[in-house]
């Protein structure tokens, strides 16, 4: 099992940045892909980003050129830079890493972006 904390997040005001932070710990061993969704109100659960262990990067469209993923594997954390952020991005974050036993999720962080 693998255990997940979420940091970084909160309030910001249109056109400003955050980054989110993510740990692994546990059964870390067969870790292969650590990502971030998000989940505003009234919407469905999204995939925002995502790294895998050969380096491989993936972005929704809606960020792309604003968020960079940036993440060391082999030492389980990940990270999510958030630049030019709008209100449309307020949403709960989620940090998720796949292995071979499966995938686990973190507590979900609040970012709010204000106009």
């Known amino acids: 099992q693998v255990q997940l904390v979420e940091f970084g997040g909160g309030l910001v005001q249109a056109g400003g940045s955050l980054r989110l932070s993510c740990a692994a710990s546990?059964?870390?061993?067969?870790?292969?892909?650590m990502g971030w969704y998000r989940q505003a109100p009234g919407k469905q659960r999204e995939l925002v980003g995502s790294?895998?262990?050969?380096?491989?990067?993936y972005y929704v469209d809606s960020v792309k050129g604003r968020f960079a993923i940036a993440g060391d594997i082999a030492e389980n954390t990940v990270y999510l830079q958030m630049s030019s952020l709008r209100p449309e991005d307020t949403a709960v974050y989620y940090c998720?890493?796949?292995?071979?036993?499966?995938?686990?999720w973190g507590q979900g962080i609040q970012v709010t972006v204000s106009s």
């Open positions: 546990g059964s870390t061993f067969s870790l292969y892909r």
């Open positions: 790294i895998t262990r050969d380096g491989r990067v």
């Open positions: 998720t890493v796949d292995t071979i036993q499966g995938s686990s």
